[in-house]
């Protein structure tokens, strides 16, 4: 097998700053965008970026060609003589680009088309809105090839956003799942002609950067923490936190004379 050494990290995955926003594109379009190992080596290290980034407030992560994301890919050579410890370490350095997805402060808005598979599931999944075109077909792949459905976050990230009949149905099953059902389900926010996805969270986006940047990153803090809150007073407990935090070091003391003029 040749191995193209013009290929970097930066070809795989582009980013594009366009003011607070960075618009991060899969870029392995003859391959489905399915991960090799440079690509998820880009993504965790972008998202992982994130963390102390304050410039950067949302995060729109598509896809270039039919597809936004195969999975992982399979055509790469397995190595034979790979040891289980190598494979878990090799299977936590991929598991890691969905954690640093939940734990980068900024909101990810995705756009979807086409096939989502497999880890390209759970990268939608990870995201905090999901927009899909009509071409969009996701499904749980990993149990396809011989695997579990529970892979990547994807027994985490879908009982908490489909309810655990339907995740259940679609991690043991593998089925996909096409766009008009995702939205009858509320697996996404809305589905658009694939023409119109470039343009579709412009309205969101918008009125996230209208919000305070520290209000929009303590926002996505919150939900992440209730989510798995133990109970009502548990989360209340940290939103009070949060909003006299809010209140002392963002912009609310400023925000408030607007409405007293």
Known sequence: MTVDNSITEEDLLL?????????VTLNRPNQMNAMNPDLVRALRRYFEGKYEDYGTRVI???????????????KTPADPDR????????????RDVYK??????QPIVSLIQGAAC????????????????ESARMNAAYITIGLTGCDMGSSYFLPRLVGTSLASELLLTGRFIGAAEA??????????????????????IDAML?????????????????????????AMAMEDRQQILATYAGEMQERRKRFQN
Do not use: Y
Request: aromatic share 4%; proline share 3%.
């Open 183 to 204: 939205l009858q389900h509320r697996l996404c926010s809305r589905v658009v002609p694939d023409e119109e996805l470039e343009t579709s969270a412009d309205d969101l």
């Open 60 to 74: 729109v992560l598509r896809a270039n060609g039919k597809n936004f994301c195969a999975g992982l890919d399979l």
């Open 15 to 23: 980013v594009e700053s366009r003011g607070a926003v960075d618009w």
């Open 210 to 234: 209208a919000n305070s940047a520290f209000g929009l990153r303590l926002t996505k803090d919150g939900l992440n923490f209730a989510v798995d809150a133990p109970s009502m007073d548990a």
């Open 118 to 133: 497999g880890g390209g599931f759970s990268m939608a999944l990870a995201s905090d809105i999901r927009i899909l075109g």
């Open 100 to 105: 640093a997805m939940r734990r980068c402060p």
């Open 83 to 94: 040891t289980a410890e190598e494979g878990l370490r090799s299977q936590m350095n991929i």
